[in-house]
């Protein structure tokens, strides 16, 4: 019901009706009655099975994955007082292409690097997984190559192509995601994808993997990619910090850090990047590390990232500011909307003006 009402997410609660999130907001499904304590519990040993009914006893929640009736789906069962509760996150059905999720193409080119580190950033719920499968399914199109991924749960399956993808879940096939990082390099892989980086041993791993001649993929949680940076850097303890920032500078390749914000646009129809019946579109911010961004991050001085961003739109790199104006300028997002997310607003104005002048110049010539 929920796919096809176009939801994103549902949540089953005892004693109240099932919720879907539809738009970014939440609301009961019309015509559903509160659903039972012993149902849910019921449904729920049916998700986690053996395994995570361990989890769910000793910790209290387990993770997983699971296609039902052609809907592939996360999902998190936790206890609360009242007994079992249950989220699941809705998944497309497919891996989109970058330009369906409204991401630049040239980020294909991140699939071309021979080694590194690609930070994919944003907030929870923001897409960013679904970025990780255009560009891993990108590279298993498109070159013999061996993909070890590890995630927590697998989200999207991708199958035979033209390399080898082998897709490793935390808590069914390994135990964390730092002992299934280091034993990915004993594994012969070109590309390493760790789903989530936010334990300072996986953190520490992915960078010695980049090091040694592996291209590694993976997500933190930060608002834009400046916070990217910091965000790697504060998990380290102070006294390795120096150190770290100098080992990230000489890996680090990218960042890409993504929100999703209501498609409430004129044009939204017509618009690139509506999250299929979601009514949701991605704005995006890229920094591509050049030998200035890459002093920048040795030494501290993150802060300036943003102006080498404004700089360096030649060599692939946008603000989100710069994103958020391409979609108000084509009718796709309301300017209050994007105002709301925007970092300077007065710098979004004045995008926006500008995008609008050129665009009626070009009417005009027309």
């Given at each position: 019901m929920a796919a096809q009402m176009g939801g994103s997410d549902v949540h089953l609660v005892p004693g109240r009706p099932p919720h879907v999130r539809l738009g970014g907001q939440l609301r009961a499904m019309a015509g559903e009655d509160p659903?039972?304590?012993?149902r849910l519990g019921e449904l729920a040993r049916v998700l986690v099975g053996e395994a995570g009914l361990a989890r769910l006893a000793g910790i209290g929640d387990a993770n997983g994955a699971a296609t039902w009736e052609g809907v592939r789906f996360r999902f998190n069962v936790f206890r609360?007082?009242?007994g079992e509760c249950i989220a699941l996150r809705l998944l497309e059905g497919r891996v989109r292409t970058l330009?369906?999720?409204?991401?630049?193409?040239?980020l294909y080119g991140l699939c071309d690097l021979g080694d590194g580190l690609v930070v994919v950033a944003g907030p929870t719920g923001s897409g960013k997984s679904m970025t990780l499968a255009a560009l891993i399914d990108r590279i298993n199109r498109t070159q013999a190559a061996h993909v070890v991924t590890i995630e927590d749960?697998?989200?999207y399956v991708h199958g035979a192509g033209k390399g080898l993808v082998n897709q490793r879940e935390v808590g069914r096939d390994c135990v964390s995601f730092h002992e299934a990082l280091v034993a990915a390099l004993r594994q012969d892989p070109d590309v390493i994808l760790v789903g989530e980086a936010r334990e300072l041993e996986t953190m520490r791993v992915a960078m010695v993997a980049a090091e040694t001649g592996h291209l590694v993929f993976t997500t933190v949680h930060a608002g834009d990619c400046a916070g990217a940076v910091e965000r790697w850097v504060s998990v380290f303890p102070a006294n390795?910090?120096?150190g770290v920032r100098r080992q990230l500078s000489l890996v680090l390749r990218a960042v890409v850090a993504q929100h999703l914000l209501a498609a409430d646009g004129p044009a939204a129809d017509a618009?690139?990047?509506v999250q299929g019946r979601r009514r949701r579109v991605a704005a995006s911010e890229v920094l591509r590390v050049n030998p200035a961004v890459a002093n920048l991050v040795a030494t501290g001085r993150t802060a300036q990232v943003y102006s080498a961003m404004e700089v360096g739109q030649g060599q692939g790199m946008q603000t989100l500011d710069h994103d958020l104006a391409r979609l108000v300028s084509a009718g796709v997002v309301r300017e209050t909307t994007a105002l709301a997310l925007a970092r300077n607003p007065g710098v979004l104005?004045?995008?926006?003006?500008r995008g609008t002048t050129a665009s009626g110049a070009r009417e005009a010539m027309a």
């Open positions: 659903l039972a304590g012993e609360r007082g009242e330009g369906e999720l409204g991401l630049p193409e040239s749960p697998v989200e390795e910090q120096e618009g690139t990047g104005r004045e995008r926006v003006r």
